[in-house]
C-alpha cells in the first residue's frame, strides 16, 4: 500500500517531491521520482511485499520505456508470473514487477487481468501515453484533473493541490451532493474540474485528449443464478471465502484482522484462524476498540469471538475523550468532506492496530452484498406499509411517530421510525437516499443562500442515481438496491472512511468480501439466499451457524458509531457554536445562518435529532477553514 502522484505536461522533480510530501503517511518507508521533461510520476512506499530494494517505485522493465508507480496489492501476481518469467528478467518479487511486464506483453489489458485493489499509472515513452486505472470495487483512490492541458494525478486531492497548475475553487454543485449525500459520489470532487477515476475503468492521456475506458463491470447474470441449491450455495461460498482470506494473508509484515464482533469480521476471523492453523502458524492477531458508552460498545462480543476461535486478541477501551480530542484535526486527512462520523473509531481503531501490525483484514462489503443493512428491511416494511389505507397511515402511524422521545441511543427506535417516514413518500426509487441523506430538497433549499440555491434549484436531485441505474445491468429492485449500494455509499463513504483513517496511520486494510470471485458469485445469488422474510445475510447466517457462537451469527447489527447526538449538545457543543458561528458561516458566503441556528437550537434542546445535519456541516466548515481559507 503507498501513495502515487504525477503529471503529464508541466513540471519537475521538484513539484513530485512536494506532491509526494504530502502523502509521507500512505508510505513512510521509501520514495521514488522519475521525470522525463513531459511526464513525472511519484511514489510513497509503505513495504508489504518485497522489503528491498527490489521494490522501490518508480519501477520499469529491461528498456526503461515504461514506468510504474501503483498503490495497493495484486493477490494472483503469483500466478501471473509464472506465466512471464520464461520471457522476462524478474528483479525482485513484488507485484509491481508483475504489473510492468504484464503491460509490456499485453497493454491496456493488463487491468483485466490483474486481480487486487489498485490505483496504477503506467507511463509508456514509446507510445507517448500515460495510464491511470482504478481497481474493480474502488478500494483505491485516484483523483485527476486537466489544468490548461496539463493533467495532475494523484491517491489524495492534497498531492494535486501543491501543483503550481492547480487551480482551487469550490464546486457548489458537488457541495450539493456533499449535504444530500454526505459524501461526495463519483466521479464527482469537492473542487472543479477534478475528478475521481471511476472504479473498474483505466484512463489514457496522450497530452492532448483524456479517454476512458471500463474493463469490468457488475454482472447479475451468469450460471450461478440458476436455481442453485442452498447446499451448494453454501460449499461454493465456504470455498471462495477461505480463498480469498488466504490470498490476503499474503505477506511479508505482521497482519492481524478489525474484529467487531459482527458477523462479518467474525467470519473472515474464522477463515484466518483456520489458515493459521492449517498451516502450523501461530494463531491470528485480532484487534477491537470499545467505548464506555453502552449501546456504542461492542468489545464484549469482539472478545468472545476471539475466544471462541483461540486468536491473539488486542482490546482498547476508549473514552469520549479520544474521540473528541481528534475531531478537530479531522480535515487533515479529509482533504474532502465525508460526514461519517464512524471516520473517528475507524481511525482510532486503525492507530491502534498499527502499533501491533501493518497490515490488517476487515469485513467491509458483507452488508452490500448480501443485504445486511437495516435499510433493507425497511423496504420490506416499506412494501407492507404501502398497503395499509392511506387514511391509517396519515392519522394514526404518522401523527405518532413524531411524538416519540429522541433517544441519545445508538441507532435508536425513534430515529428508525422518524427516518421511515420522512423518506417514504415520493418515487420509490430514491426512497433509500431520502431515508440515508443529511438534507433532502426542501432542507437544502431553506440551507443555502438564496443566491447559491437559485443556481442549483433546476438542478436534478437524483442524476447521479439515475446514472447508476442506468448503468446497472438487472431490472430487479434489489438487485438495483445493491447495486446502488456498492457504487455510492460504500465506495464513496465506507471505503474512503477506511482508506484515510488507515493511510493515515500506514496502515494497509484489505477487505476478502470484495473479493472479485466472492462479488461475482454473490451479487448472482437468488435474494432468497441473502434477504430472507426478515432475515438478512440469510447465506452468510447459514454458513457460520457451525462456526461462530450462535449469539454472533443471529445478533442485531449495530453499526461501528459514536454518542453523537449526545455530544453535540454537551462535550462537543462548544466546537458545535465555533464552527458554525455567525462569522465562520458568513466567510464561507454559502449558508443561510438563520436556519442553522434553528438546528442548533433544536438539537441543544432535544425537541429534534439533527446530529446529521449539524455534523454534516462541522465537517464541511472544518474542511473549508482548513482548504480554502
Given at each position: 500500500?503507498?501513495?502515487?502522484?504525477?503529471?503529464?505536461?508541466?513540471?519537475?522533480?521538484?513539484?513530485?517531491?512536494?506532491?509526494?510530501?504530502?502523502?509521507?503517511?500512505?508510505?513512510?518507508?521509501?520514495?521514488?521520482?522519475?521525470?522525463?521533461?513531459?511526464?513525472?510520476?511519484?511514489?510513497?512506499?509503505?513495504?508489504?511485499?518485497?522489503?528491498?530494494?527490489?521494490?522501490?517505485?518508480?519501477?520499469?522493465?529491461?528498456?526503461?520505456?515504461?514506468?510504474?508507480?501503483?498503490?495497493?496489492?495484486?493477490?494472483?501476481?503469483?500466478?501471473?508470473?509464472?506465466?512471464?518469467?520464461?520471457?522476462?528478467?524478474?528483479?525482485?518479487?513484488?507485484?509491481?514487477?508483475?504489473?510492468?511486464?504484464?503491460?509490456?506483453?499485453?497493454?491496456?489489458?493488463?487491468?483485466?487481468?490483474?486481480?487486487?485493489?489498485?490505483?496504477?499509472?503506467?507511463?509508456?515513452?514509446?507510445?507517448?501515453?500515460?495510464?491511470?486505472?482504478?481497481?474493480?470495487?474502488?478500494?483505491?483512490?485516484?483523483?485527476?484533473?486537466?489544468?490548461?492541458?496539463?493533467?495532475?494525478?494523484?491517491?489524495?486531492?492534497?498531492?494535486?493541490?501543491?501543483?503550481?497548475?492547480?487551480?482551487?475553487?469550490?464546486?457548489?454543485?458537488?457541495?450539493?451532493?456533499?449535504?444530500?449525500?454526505?459524501?461526495?459520489?463519483?466521479?464527482?470532487?469537492?473542487?472543479?474540474?477534478?475528478?475521481?477515476?471511476?472504479?473498474?475503468?483505466?484512463?489514457?492521456?496522450?497530452?492532448?485528449?483524456?479517454?476512458?475506458?471500463?474493463?469490468?463491470?457488475?454482472?447479475?447474470?451468469?450460471?450461478?443464478?440458476?436455481?442453485?441449491?442452498?447446499?451448494?450455495?453454501?460449499?461454493?461460498?465456504?470455498?471462495?471465502?477461505y480463498n480469498a482470506v488466504k490470498k490476503r494473508m499474503v505477506s511479508d509484515v505482521p497482519l492481524g484482522i478489525f474484529l467487531s464482533g459482527g458477523i462479518d469480521s467474525s467470519t473472515i476471523a474464522y477463515y484466518a484462524q483456520r489458515i493459521a492453523r492449517e498451516n502450523g502458524a501461530k494463531p491470528v492477531?485480532?484487534?477491537?476498540?470499545?467505548?464506555?458508552?453502552?449501546?456504542?460498545?461492542?468489545?464484549?462480543?469482539?472478545?468472545?469471538?476471539?475466544?471462541?476461535?483461540?486468536?491473539?486478541?488486542?482490546?482498547?477501551?476508549?473514552?469520549?475523550?479520544?474521540?473528541?480530542?481528534?475531531?478537530?484535526?479531522?480535515?487533515?486527512?479529509?482533504?474532502?468532506?465525508?460526514?461519517?462520523?464512524?471516520?473517528?473509531?475507524?481511525?482510532?481503531?486503525?492507530?491502534?492496530?498499527?502499533?501491533?501490525?501493518?497490515?490488517?483484514?476487515?469485513?467491509?462489503?458483507?452488508?452490500?452484498?448480501?443485504?445486511?443493512?437495516?435499510?433493507?428491511?425497511?423496504?420490506?416494511?416499506?412494501?407492507?406499509?404501502?398497503?395499509?389505507?392511506?387514511?391509517?397511515?396519515?392519522?394514526?402511524?404518522?401523527?405518532?411517530?413524531?411524538?416519540?422521545?429522541?433517544?441519545?441511543?445508538?441507532?435508536?427506535?425513534?430515529?428508525?421510525?422518524?427516518?421511515?417516514?420522512?423518506?417514504?413518500?415520493?418515487?420509490?426509487?430514491?426512497?433509500?437516499?431520502?431515508?440515508?441523506?443529511?438534507?433532502?430538497?426542501?432542507?437544502?433549499?431553506?440551507?443555502?443562500?438564496?443566491?447559491?440555491?437559485?443556481?442549483?434549484?433546476?438542478?436534478?436531485?437524483?442524476?447521479?442515481?439515475?446514472?447508476?441505474?442506468?448503468?446497472?445491468?438487472?431490472?430487479?429492485?434489489?438487485?438495483?438496491?445493491?447495486?446502488?449500494?456498492?457504487?455510492?455509499?460504500?465506495?464513496?463513504?465506507?471505503?474512503?472512511?477506511?482508506?484515510?483513517?488507515?493511510?493515515?496511520?500506514?496502515?494497509?486494510?484489505?477487505?476478502?468480501?470484495?473479493?472479485?470471485?466472492?462479488?461475482?458469485?454473490?451479487?448472482?445469488?437468488?435474494?432468497?439466499?441473502?434477504?430472507?422474510?426478515?432475515?438478512?445475510?440469510?447465506?452468510?447466517?447459514?454458513?457460520?451457524?457451525?462456526?461462530?457462537?450462535?449469539?454472533?451469527?443471529?445478533?442485531?447489527?449495530?453499526?461501528?458509531?459514536?454518542?453523537?447526538?449526545?455530544?453535540?449538545?454537551?462535550?462537543?457543543?462548544?466546537?458545535?457554536?465555533?464552527?458554525?458561528?455567525?462569522?465562520?458561516?458568513?466567510?464561507?458566503?454559502?449558508?443561510?445562518?438563520?436556519?442553522?441556528?434553528?438546528?442548533?437550537?433544536?438539537?441543544?434542546?432535544?425537541?429534534?435529532?439533527?446530529?446529521?445535519?449539524?455534523?454534516?456541516?462541522?465537517?464541511?466548515?472544518?474542511?473549508?477553514?482548513?482548504?480554502?481559507?
Amino acid at each position: 500500500m503507498c501513495g502515487i502522484a504525477g503529471y503529464s505536461g508541466e513540471g519537475d522533480t521538484l513539484i513530485l517531491k512536494k506532491m509526494a510530501d504530502t502523502l509521507r503517511h500512505r508510505g513512510p518507508d521509501d520514495e521514488g521520482y522519475y521525470s522525463d521533461g513531459r511526464v513525472g510520476l511519484a511514489h510513497r512506499r509503505l513495504s508489504i511485499i518485497d522489503l528491498s530494494p527490489a521494490g522501490h517505485q518508480p519501477m520499469t522493465v529491461e528498456k526503461g520505456d515504461i514506468q510504474v508507480v501503483f498503490n495497493g496489492e495484486i493477490y494472483n501476481f503469483g500466478d501471473l508470473r509464472k506465466g512471464l518469467e520464461s520471457r522476462h528478467k524478474f528483479t525482485g518479487h513484488s507485484d509491481t514487477e508483475v504489473i510492468a511486464h504484464l503491460y509490456e506483453e499485453t497493454g491496456e489489458k493488463v487491468f483485466s487481468k490483474i486481480d487486487g485493489m489498485f490505483a496504477i499509472a503506467i507511463y509508456d515513452k514509446t507510445r507517448s501515453k500515460l495510464f491511470l486505472a482504478r481497481d474493480r470495487m474502488g478500494k483505491k483512490p485516484l483523483y485527476y484533473g486537466i489544468f490548461d492541458g496539463t493533467l495532475i494525478f494523484g491517491s489524495e486531492l492534497k498531492a494535486l493541490m501543491v501543483h503550481p497548475k492547480f487551480e482551487k475553487e469550490l464546486d457548489i454543485v458537488s457541495l450539493n451532493k456533499y449535504l444530500q449525500y454526505e459524501y461526495i459520489p463519483t466521479p464527482h470532487t469537492m473542487f472543479k474540474n477534478v475528478w475521481k477515476l471511476e472504479p473498474g475503468h483505466y484512463a489514457s492521456y496522450d497530452g492532448t485528449v483524456l479517454t476512458k475506458t471500463k474493463f469490468w463491470e457488475i454482472s447479475f447474470v451468469g450460471k450461478e443464478i440458476e436455481a442453485p441449491s442452498l447446499k451448494d450455495s453454501l460449499e461454493r461460498l465456504d470455498t471462495l471465502l477461505y480463498n480469498a482470506v488466504k490470498k490476503r494473508m499474503v505477506s511479508d509484515v505482521p497482519l492481524g484482522i478489525f474484529l467487531s464482533g459482527g458477523i462479518d469480521s467474525s467470519t473472515i476471523a474464522y477463515y484466518a484462524q483456520r489458515i493459521a492453523r492449517e498451516n502450523g502458524a501461530k494463531p491470528v492477531k485480532t484487534f477491537s476498540i470499545g467505548f464506555s458508552e453502552g449501546s456504542f460498545d461492542e468489545s464484549a462480543y469482539a472478545r468472545q469471538v476471539s475466544k471462541y476461535l483461540g486468536t491473539e486478541h488486542e482490546e482498547k477501551i476508549l473514552s469520549a475523550k479520544d474521540s473528541l480530542s481528534l475531531i478537530p484535526d479531522i480535515a487533515d486527512f479529509l482533504d474532502e468532506p465525508l460526514a461519517d462520523a464512524s471516520i473517528i473509531p475507524t481511525y482510532l481503531l486503525s492507530r491502534f492496530t498499527r502499533e501491533h501490525v501493518t497490515v490488517a483484514l476487515g469485513g467491509d462489503g458483507g452488508d452490500e452484498l448480501l443485504c445486511g443493512y437495516d435499510t433493507f428491511l425497511a423496504h420490506r416494511l416499506a412494501d407492507i406499509y404501502e398497503k395499509i389505507p392511506e387514511f391509517m397511515r396519515k392519522d394514526i402511524f404518522e401523527k405518532l411517530i413524531p411524538l416519540l422521545p429522541v433517544s441519545q441511543r445508538n441507532m435508536s427506535f425513534d430515529f428508525k421510525a422518524k427516518k421511515f417516514i420522512a423518506g417514504f413518500y415520493g418515487d420509490k426509487k430514491y426512497r433509500n437516499q431520502r431515508w440515508l441523506g443529511a438534507f433532502d430538497k426542501s432542507e437544502r433549499a431553506e440551507l443555502f443562500s438564496s443566491e447559491v440555491w437559485r443556481g442549483l434549484e433546476g438542478a436534478n436531485e437524483f442524476d447521479d442515481i439515475d446514472r447508476y441505474l442506468a448503468e446497472c445491468p438487472s431490472d430487479d429492485y434489489y438487485n438495483q438496491l445493491m447495486f446502488m449500494y456498492l457504487r455510492t455509499y460504500m465506495m464513496d463513504d465506507i471505503l474512503v472512511k477506511v482508506d484515510r483513517a488507515s493511510m493515515y496511520n500506514s496502515l494497509e486494510v484489505r477487505a476478502p468480501f470484495l473479493d472479485t470471485e466472492v462479488v461475482n458469485f454473490l451479487v448472482k445469488q437468488p435474494l432468497s439466499f441473502k434477504l430472507r422474510g426478515l432475515t438478512t445475510k440469510y447465506l452468510l447466517k447459514q454458513l457460520m451457524e457451525d462456526k461462530l457462537p450462535s449469539e454472533i451469527v443471529y445478533r442485531n447489527k449495530k453499526g461501528f458509531g459514536i454518542p453523537l447526538t449526545e455530544w453535540l449538545k454537551g462535550e462537543l457543543k462548544p466546537l458545535v457554536k465555533e464552527t458554525l458561528s455567525e462569522e465562520s458561516i458568513k466567510n464561507q458566503g454559502l449558508f443561510n445562518m438563520e436556519y442553522i441556528d434553528k438546528l442548533k437550537k433544536e438539537h441543544f434542546s432535544g425537541q429534534k435529532d439533527n446530529r446529521k445535519q449539524l455534523w454534516a456541516l462541522m465537517v464541511f466548515s472544518l474542511w473549508h477553514k482548513k482548504w480554502m481559507e
